[in-house]
């Protein structure tokens, strides 16, 4: 055995290039540290401090906040914010509950097309579903002259019927997740001591999807008082906080009352995430591992019932689109239903440089978005130093920051005088920078999930090999974690090619973008076009999932020789800490 | 054996605490070349963190690692010059069983063939050949094992940290993997720390085992030491199986009185008169029926229960009548045949001095 203790001792003359692995760790740290302070924290920053000054720059204290609760048009935003969130909340929490109920716990037929069509207001800008009902319902829409009742679309009903079917699938797949998990053992006990089936989905059922109830209801809460699309094209003159952002800075350039509004703003949303990462904290006892899966019943009537409901809605949901689809190829939407194509010329608006910009942000923004938080999230979970839990912290600051005031934060930011970062105003590079922080926190989340459920030895068995952790992060960590890394990069496109909100503040001509092209043309008059400009958004959309899932599919085959590690308990509990 | 070369592992003084609880209260031992040394005690004690702390993995508060005489005490784990096998195995689950053994061999520089022909080696050493180009999940757990073992051994460390590497494998794999390590172990001869808190593991594996407990090092010694002579009431409890009965110092040093009688037991240093004492006999050191007719230490005993374990039974006794203490006895078949036991027979019961060990008890409250 000589070649075996040949070496032992000798040739350890590692010291420099440990000492330089620990530096790039550091480094690598810093960079990470930076990002989150210069596109997160100082611009949010300036949004706090100009709230506090006036248009010339005098500091005024509270007073913009005390005008902006006494003036009667401006305060009146809070509270039809509110009541429009609670509306739709209870409502899209409410339908989603059952359509996803009926989804995993019947064997009805059709489960999988349900769903797919449920998913599919995700790949549209939230607007569009707003510009589909004013055709449908609106003055001129074809129900109202074809039934003759006006429903009464502007204002908050409108709102709320929009935001309940642009954030229906949110809910139904937060629903699914929670309803999916149910611990047969539980159901069969209820049913020996012979409790009745509504007694059984009282005490069994709803406490299980607790927190998954919660979890829906804050979610869609945030959508809703954050969005900006919806109210702006149906709102008429029922004014939420948003588009009062929007109205104060893009209106009246009264920008200081935009950061007073803004900062308003970010109480409910903060607060609502706040409270659900309480409650999330909560949720992960409630299925234990010996758990065993539940079969779902044959109740033949309730689940002839529930089929004919998730019909209905899915019916709702493809009749939207063929309003979008139709109304964009037909001469003059309800009145001339000959085929065209002439809405597709784009004649305003940046025309196809919008598309063509959005594809390339978008692909641009998947790459750095799913590089920064999947490398940030490997230094703050596997690399703990004292600053990672300050940084962890931060990371998941954004998703409590509307996307209007992540906009307006970085006009103020990269749009003031003297500042060195002005260069980034008015290139795609701010508006990929400012996607990635915009969806940064749930991307975030998977990348730290995945890395949580790998051996946490890996590390030190690589060290104690004197191999660098930044060898062992290619060669070991990222193709173990290759399905969620590419989960987040599909996240962070398709959010890019539908998000309005923050870079309707940052486009500038030449950098127009798809989705506030529909906004422009909407606004402009040019209905026809703007669904026209959303067919092909959401065209792109299902094309790039089609692309992930294949690519997808792909990766699960390579690597299923060795996928069956994971769902073997390869870390076991330690003896001992 | 005088050897004038440093021992392979010195540790002077560790201490660690975590917040406010103290894992190791100024721990010294040496490990020496060659040898294969067991940190056994229960969950808590201290023992796992004194690996982490050999390995680099984790910083002691005060103290001094050496290996080889080199003090390593702020190298990174990776200066350090050992492999490590985890309980968990800790295989990259992406990579064949080839690429993880030779995963700490080409940072190294090493040439392609030069790492082929190791890898070729160390698979051959665990029995392993045929498995080269498979995926850990593809193998057992006991197959796991030993390939972390190789990709440990690859790099020709000089010394070899085994963090509790039986646990997670069921008893059949784990009785045949403890022979496989240690046959290794001997061949390579390799020196070897292995934490465990099963006890039959260290005292079949090891050369000298270091039985832990609250941070403190209780007992140094080889297996036989450990268990012949317990140097604690908790050493006793721990290994192995020990019948410990509650007595008080006699005026006579080496004798000790347990209800009625007056026993004579080894000599213990310490032991005041009137003082509490423990005493322990190990069950199989128990005589019974006619072995125990001309010894010493003689007593009466009841039977109270029989249980049949296979290779030998059990005898539950209750001795100094109703309500006095029990004591267990192992018999061999042969042995049981011979006498005629049934629950409730009263037996003649020896406690024979040279078997017979006493503890100084702290008496309560002090």
């Not at chain 1, 870079?503 to 989705?515: D, I, K, S």
């Not at chain 2, 509490?276 to 190990?282: D, E, F, H, K």
Request: with cysteine.
């Amino acid at each position: 055995m000589a070649i075996l203790r040949a070496g032992a001792g000798a040739g350890r003359a590692v010291r420099g290039r440990l000492d330089a692995e620990r530096a790039v760790g550091h480094a690598c740290l810093a960079v990470f540290g930076a990002f989150l302070y210069v596109f997160l924290v100082w611009p949010m920053a300036q949004v706090l401090w100009r709230s506090l000054l006036d248009n010339d720059g005098r500091f005024l204290g509270l007073a913009n906040y005390l005008r902006y609760f006494r003036t009667p048009a401006i305060a009146a935003s809070i509270t039809n914010s509110l009541t429009v969130s609670l509306f739709a909340m209870v409502l899209t929490v409410g339908l989603a509950f059952v359509y996803a109920y009926a989804l995993t716990r019947t064997r009805m037929p059709g489960r999988g097309v349900f769903r797919l069509v449920a998913m599919l207001p995700i790949f549209a800008p939230s607007l569009v579903s707003a510009i589909a009902f004013v055709y449908a319902f609106g003055n001129n829409g074809i129900v109202t002259r074809q039934t003759g009742i006006n429903i009464g679309i502007y204002g908050a009903k409108g709102i709320v019927l929009a935001e309940v079917f642009y954030c229906f699938p949110h809910a139904m797949l937060i629903l699914v997740a929670a309803l999916g998990a149910a611990d047969a053992r539980l159901y069969d006990a209820a049913a020996a001591l012979g409790a009745s089936r509504l007694k059984i989905f009282l005490t069994v059922t709803l406490p299980g999807v607790k927190y998954g109830l919660m979890s829906a209801c804050f979610v869609v809460f945030t959508l809703v008082i954050t969005d900006f699309g919806i109210p702006k094209v149906v709102g008429g003159k029922f004014s939420v906080m948003a588009t009062e952002i929007y109205n104060q800075v893009i209106g009246q350039q009264n920008f200081t009352m935009g950061a007073t509004v803004s900062v308003v703003l970010l109480v409910p949303a903060g607060l609502a995430f706040v409270v659900d990462r309480l409650v999330q904290r909560r949720q992960y006892a409630l299925v234990s591992a010996a758990a065993r899966p539940l079969e779902p019943g044959r109740g033949r009537a309730t689940q002839a019932l529930l089929f004919g409901y998730c019909s209905l809605i899915a019916a709702c949901v493809v009749g939207i689109f063929l309003v979008i689809l139709t109304s964009s190829v037909v001469n003059r939407w309800p009145y001339d239903f000959t085929l065209t194509l002439k809405h597709y010329r784009f004649d305003t608006a940046g025309g196809y440089t919008a598309l063509f910009n959005s594809v390339w942000v978008a692909t641009l923004t998947a790459v750095a978005g799913t590089l920064v938080t999947f490398v940030g999230a490997y230094l703050v979970e596997k690399r703990r130093t004292r600053a990672t839990g300050v940084l962890y912290v931060l990371a998941l600051l954004p998703v409590s920051v509307p996307g209007m005031v992540l906009g307006l934060a970085y006009i103020f930011a990269f749009n003031a005088p003297g500042s060195a970062l002005n260069t980034l105003y008015g290139t795609l590079a701010i508006l990929v920078v400012s996607n990635v922080v915009h969806y940064f926190t749930v991307p975030f989340l998977t990348a730290t999930t995945s890395l949580k459920q790998m051996d946490a030895e890996f590390e030190k068995v690589s060290a104690s090999l004197g191999v660098p952790f930044y060898r062992t992060f290619w060669r070991v960590t990222v193709p173990i974690a290759l399905p969620s890394v590419v989960g987040i990069s599909m996240y962070f496109f398709l959010n890019a090619m539908v998000t309005l909100s923050a870079v309707v503040f940052l486009v500038a001509p030449g950098t127009e973008l798809a989705a506030v092209s529909v906004l422009l043309l909407d606004d402009a008059g040019e209905s026809a076009q703007a669904t026209a400009m959303s067919v092909l958004i959401i065209g792109v959309g299902l094309l790039v999932r089609l692309v992930y899932w294949i690519l997808l599919r792909g990766i699960t085959r390579r690597t299923q020789a060795w996928t069956v590690a994971t769902a073997q308990p390869t870390a076991r509990p330690r003896s001992q800490p | 054996m005088a050897d004038a070369r440093p021992p392979a592992v010195a540790l002077e003084g560790i201490v660690k605490a975590f917040g406010s609880v103290t894992a190791l209260r100024e721990v010294s031992l040496t490990v020496r070349d060659g040898e294969f040394v067991c940190f056994l005690g229960p969950s808590g004690c201290g023992k796992t963190t004194l690996l982490r702390i050999i390995a680099g993995l984790e910083r002691q508060d005060a103290g001094v690692v050496r290996m080889a005489g080199r003090d390593v005490s702020r190298l990174p784990p990776g200066q350090r010059g050992y492999g490590i096998v985890f309980q968990s195995y800790a295989l990259f689950p992406n990579l064949t069983v080839a690429r993880n053994v030779a995963y700490g061999l080409q940072t190294r520089r090493a040439a392609r063939r030069d790492v082929e022909a190791r890898v070729d080696e160390l698979l051959g050493l665990v029995g392993l050949a045929r498995h080269r180009q498979r995926y850990p999940a593809q193998l057992s757990g006991g197959e796991q094992q030993r390939v972390a073992l190789a990709r440990a051994l690859a790099p020709s460390p000089s010394l070899l940290l085994l963090d509790e590497p039986l646990s997670a494998l069921d008893a059949r794999v784990r009785l045949a993997l403890r022979q496989e390590i240690k046959a290794l172990q001997r061949r390579l001869g390799i020196t070897t720390i292995m934490v465990t808190h099963d006890q039959e593991e260290a005292l079949t594996m090891a050369d000298r085992i270091v039985v832990m407990d609250h941070g403190v090092v209780e007992q140094v010694g080889t297996p036989a030491d450990i268990y012949g002579e317990p140097a604690s009431l908790f050493v006793a409890r721990f290994v192995g199986h020990m019948n410990l009965l509650e007595a008080v110092a006699d005026a006579r040093p080496g004798w000790a009185r347990l209800g009625p009688h007056t026993l004579r037991h080894r000599p213990t240093p310490g032991a005041r008169p009137g003082g509490p004492l423990t005493l322990g006999i190990r069950p199989e050191e128990v005589r019974i029926g006619a072995a125990a007719r001309a010894a010493e230490n003689r007593l009466t005993a009841r039977v109270t229960s029989v249980q049949f374990q296979g290779a030998f039974t059990r005898l539950g006794l209750r001795t100094c009548g109703e309500g006095g203490p029990a004591l267990e006895c192992d018999l061999a078949a042969t042995a049981l045949a011979d006498l005629e036991v049934r629950e409730g027979a009263e037996l003649p019961v020896a406690l024979v001095p040279g078997a017979l060990r006493a503890f100084v008890t702290a008496p309560a409250g002090g």
